[in-house]
């Protein structure tokens, strides 16, 4: 990703918006009944999240942490990370007020 926690913030929260959609407006069109293919479908959509999160979260960190820059890799993890908890203490009060 890159070194901008916003960027790495709201690029998590647009993975999290699509992932829920498609799962939110997915399960009207799919067929009701039940087949293997539903925990195979959840844990490997799972899997794939717990990657992609991985990556945005941890990869530049994890960059400029090999480099030797290790206060830099904490800063940038922890600054993505306040910035996605107040993404999602907004997506929270929206659901409570709106």
């Not at 539903?38 to 979260?57: E, Q, R």
């Amino acid at each position: 990703m890159t070194k901008n926690p916003f960027i790495n913030a709201l690029a998590a929260e647009l993975y999290i918006a699509a992932v829920a959609s498609v799962m939110f407006y997915g399960l009207r069109l799919a067929d009701k009944k039940e087949t293997i293919l539903i925990p195979i479908a959840v844990i490997s959509l799972f899997t794939l999240s717990a990657a992609v999160m991985g990556y945005i979260f941890l990869y530049q960190p994890a960059q400029l942490y090999f480099e030797g820059e290790k206060k830099g890799a904490v800063g940038l993890f922890l600054k993505t990370l306040a910035a996605f908890a107040c993404l999602t203490i907004l997506v929270f009060l929206f659901l409570i007020f709106f």
